[in-house]
């Protein structure tokens, strides 16, 4: 009998879309466990083998999970709002939303190929009106709460196509599609008030089943930092300076301060001498990005603005600097500099010549240069001798008395610029009335639908194309029902994202996102499958959405997503499989020549599932002869099964338990080489027959990795339902025990010797074996033994006198 995998896996796709054996029902009687993975944008491009691999082991655990008895919700849809779609369409002038259905369709195709179990009746697509109505309905919410606003803020803005750029499309600080010099240019925007739960944000990470690199990419990216904001008065100038420091033990130190050029008191304090030099070198600035202004070996470029502060607590003058590499957004966009104790400052002193007083020494007295280590404070006067840590909290009492300072939590989390000046999004559901001003669309009359329209093309002003439509423009205000116009700009590609797990649970809801029966049930998510590239943006929007829906009284809880897996990425060759490096195994290619079951058990055989493997062809053709083998195997001895036997038994109780044990700890690679250790020993034993519990075995447990294989043998050992019907193999303990044990043999604690015993030897038998050792009589011979010991299983001690 020769293994058919095309005919075999044709067969069972059309069985379970028959039988309907995906689909996720609510049943009170089971526990449930929601399976899910990181939805795609669907691109022209279609899925390579590097993105299956992710969807590979989600299906693998949630069927694993399955045959564990829970009821299982493992669901898939669309990310397709975005920009590649509209530039497609300007580009070819096709309808973002006929390539969008386009790349879809062939999506689902190459998913549905994969065999995995997906519940298709609960597919979404953030596309759909009557899924993005809700993506509006939770906006207006955040509007009600003050958690949307409007802000002047610049964007990315090309002057010579005149249009506004998406962060992606800026490449090196020039415009991607004509090479220009991207500007900046201020607008209104709308905002999302994420800061209002940085706390929340940052304090629920530490019980997240989540890997600690994932967690740790979010606790910088909000950033929380203690400190004190201090005020410095300007001499001869009623104006102050506040800064933000996270070292205020160090004010004695102080020897400068600087200003980000784009603070608004560079104008005001500016002396006429230095007006051109500074005016000059504000200009310069604006061209930098943020993070080329934050390099910190970088030369430190700046310039004195001729003004002074004086110090809050000595008789001393400090100069104002202006510097790039003090940021605006970030604290008060002015610091006090410590060169002798802060990198940035040290460099920059050097460079122009200024003072660096010595505050902190460490353990081997001070420092010459720069120290950044802990210690106790000098030429601090009164906080002299304080620790670090003390001296911290000592600096600003200190001033505090003359209210100079307080003491202050800041984020590096910004909000979130909450709009796209572009077509292909979801529409903010606002009215701007002449009379009522800004007015929120009431949800009844939600969605706010994308007018179809043919053309996309970026208005000239900065504003999105919907603004050019007449129609979709004019409306008339809810409040006072005078004319109104509407909001034109749309939501960021993550708007849909951010909220998309819940609606899996109740998708053809029409009154609301979702029910309280269907959510309390399923939610929250208890596995989490994708990539590491979403550590931040994707992961923590999503977690604000969770907790302000949980704040609006909808959800029961405060995280979306229990536990996280991040799959590595595959490599061809040592490169990122990519369409742009022209390296991309195709699935459809694999699947033609060695079927969906084989590219599947590959993929999870690839290496440790987190890590990054490369792909090779021939581990595809070993997995390929493996299924082969176990098909063949089980095929010849499935209608003549012997009597069980001992060798059987232990071989099949170890099996498990191996398989069990790395599967339930996500090693999925040695689970499949379990597999194939057990096919060669069932090889061996084959001769005198399988017994039937060895044949069930092997087809369940390989069930989930190639679940069309596993349910033809499954029907070839006479069963009429399903294998994942069926439930998981379990072992025994006793099975799994050696039945003869190595032990050492020790003299005084030392070993001596070493000798095989009977793994339920008694204590006595085991002494008199290691004592009787001829090796032994060197050790033993004409001493007095004082003691005997026997640690079950691992050694004999013998300890000697003389
Ligand atoms: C004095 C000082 C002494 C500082 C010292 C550090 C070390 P984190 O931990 O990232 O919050 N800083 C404040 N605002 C800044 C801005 N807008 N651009 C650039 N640097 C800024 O860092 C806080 C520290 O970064 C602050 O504490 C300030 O320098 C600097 F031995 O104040 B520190
Ligand atoms: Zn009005």
Request: glycine share 6%; hydrophobic share 35%.
């Amino acid at each position: 009998m020769e293994y058919q995998s095309k005919r075999i896996e044709e067969k069972w796709k059309s069985r379970w879309q028959e039988s309907g054996v995906h689909q996720a029902n609510k049943n009170d009687a089971k526990p449930k466990y929601y399976c899910l993975d990181m939805f795609p944008y669907p691109s022209g491009n279609g899925l390579h083998v590097g993105h299956w691999r992710g969807y590979t082991i989600s299906d693998v655990w949630s069927r694993f999970k399955r045959l564990h008895g829970y009821e299982i919700l493992h669901p898939m849809g669309w990310d397709a709002f975005g920009l590649p779609a509209e530039n497609y369409a300007i580009q070819h002038g096709v309808h973002p939303r006929i390539a969008t259905e386009k790349n879809v369709a062939n999506f689902k195709r190459q998913l549905e190929e994969i065999g995995a179990m997906y519940d298709w009746d609960r597919e979404i697509n953030t596309t759909d009106p009557e899924y993005y109505r809700w993506t509006q309905y939770f906006f207006v919410k955040m509007y009600e709460r003050g958690l949307a606003y409007r802000k002047k803020m610049p964007i990315n803005w090309c002057p010579s196509c005149k249009t506004g750029l998406a962060n992606e499309e800026v490449v090196d600080g020039k415009c991607e599609r004509c090479g220009s010099e991207v500007t900046k240019k201020e607008m209104y925007q709308w905002m999302l008030k994420i800061t209002a739960y940085a706390d929340r944000l940052l304090d629920d990470l530490d019980d997240l089943d989540w890997p600690e690199h994932v967690k740790r990419m979010q606790r910088a990216w909000i950033g929380r930092s203690e400190g004190a904001r201090i005020r410095f008065k300007l001499v001869d100038h009623d104006d102050e300076i506040e800064v933000f420091s996270t070292r205020p033990d160090t004010i004695y130190g102080a020897t400068y301060m600087v200003l980000a050029p784009e603070h608004p008191l560079v104008e005001k304090i500016t002396t006429a001498e230095q007006k051109d030099a500074v005016d000059a070198y504000v200009q310069e600035a604006m061209h930098k990005s943020n993070i080329e202004r934050q390099i910190v070996d970088k030369t430190k470029t700046g310039v004195f603005s001729g003004a002074y502060v004086k110090h809050p607590l000595v008789d001393r003058k400090l100069p104002v600097w202006i510097a790039d590499y003090v940021l605006m957004d970030y604290g008060t966009g002015a610091i006090m500099a410590v060169p002798a104790h802060d990198e940035r400052d040290f460099e920059f002193a050097e460079q122009f010549g200024l003072e660096i007083i010595q505050v902190v020494e460490g353990s081997d007295g001070p420092a010459e240069g720069l120290y950044t280590g802990d210690g106790v404070l000098i030429n601090s006067e009164s906080l002299n001798g304080l620790s670090v840590d003390v001296g911290k909290r000592a600096a600003i009492e200190l001033l505090k008395k003359s209210g100079q300072a307080e003491a202050t939590v800041n984020y590096r989390l910004r909000d979130w610029v909450f709009a796209r000046q572009r077509y292909w999004g979801e529409p903010i559901p606002i009215v701007h009335c002449e009379k009522c001003g800004i007015v929120p669309v009431p949800v009844e009359e939600l969605p706010i639908r994308l007018p179809d329209v043919e053309r996309y093309e970026p208005t000239g002003t900065g504003e999105s194309p919907l603004a050019a439509i007449e129609e979709f423009v004019h409306t008339s205000c809810p409040k006072c029902h005078g004319p109104a116009r509407r909001e034109t700009d749309t939501m960021p590609q993550w708007a849909g994202s951010c909220w998309y797990f819940l609606r899996y649970a109740d998708p053809h809801n029409n009154e609301a996102p979702f029910s309280k029966e269907a959510i309390d049930y399923w939610l929250p998510v208890d596995m989490y499958i994708g990539g590491v590239e979403h550590a931040v943006l994707h992961l923590l929007y999503s977690r604000f959405y969770t907790k302000f829906i949980y704040d609006l009284g909808l959800i029961q809880f405060n995280e979306p997503f229990t536990r996280l897996f991040t799959q590595g990425m595959i490599t061809l060759n040592g490169a990122k499989m990519s369409k742009s490096k022209g390296n991309v195994v195709n699935p459809d290619d694999i699947i033609r020549d060695y079927g969906v079951d084989a590219l599947r058990m590959y993929e999870m055989f690839v290496g440790p599932p987190e890590d990054e493997a490369e792909w090779n062809t021939n581990g595809l053709e070993g997995v390929s002869r493996f299924l082969q083998r176990v098909y063949r195997l089980v095929a010849a001895h499935s209608t003549s099964p012997v009597a069980e036997r001992d060798s059987l038994t232990k071989l099949r109780h170890r099996f498990v338990a191996a398989l069990t044990e790395r599967m339930e700890s996500f090693r999925f690679n040695t689970a499949v080489s379990a597999f194939m250790e057990y096919l060669n020993a069932l090889t061996t034993e084959a001769k005198a027959g399988l017994d039937k519990a060895t044949l069930e075995t092997l087809t369940v447990c390989i069930a989930p990795f190639a679940p069309h294989l596993g349910e033809e043998l499954w029907e070839m050992l006479g069963h009429k339902v399903s294998v994942f019907e069926s439930v998981w193999p379990t072992y025994e303990e006793k099975w799994l025990k050696d039945d003869e044990v190595e032990i050492a043999v020790q003299v005084n604690g030392r070993v001596r010797s070493k000798v095989t015993v009977p793994a339920d030897v008694s204590q006595a038998e085991a002494i008199r074996v290691a004592k009787e050792l001829p090796e032994m009589a060197e050790w033993l011979d004409g001493k007095q033994i004082v003691k005997e010991i026997y640690v079950t299983g691992r050694l004999v001690n013998i300890v000697v006198k003389g």
